[in-house]
């Protein structure tokens, strides 16, 4: 799948990931421990250099890893707001 998006945007979107990735890697391990679900999808004998490839140790990098990311978190309202709204 293809998105047109200008480089700037891609950029920020990536940025917003990676400022998040920690998290992300952190609240699938806690749901991993809570509800004893199966360890991961690739095991975790060893830590891959990077904050994606840890991620995808849980949810695959089959498409749509990232909805696959965002579900549960968002689900059992781990989603860390980063805007809020006001309604007079």
């Not at 998006?5 to 992300?24: M, P």
């Not at 250099?49 to 949810?59: A, D, G, M, N, T």
């Amino acid at each position: 799948m293809s998105v047109i998006a200008d480089e700037s945007t891609l950029k920020r979107w990536q940025n917003w990931f990676f400022e998040r990735a920690d998290y992300f890697q952190s609240c699938l391990t806690s749901i991993i421990l809570r509800y004893d679900l199966k360890e991961s999808v690739g095991g975790l004998s060893s830590l891959p250099p990077s904050k994606l490839h840890r991620i995808w140790q849980h949810v695959g990098d089959a498409p749509g890893w990232l909805a696959r990311v965002v579900k549960p978190i968002a689900n059992l309202n781990l989603w860390s707001h980063t805007r809020s709204a006001f309604c007079p």
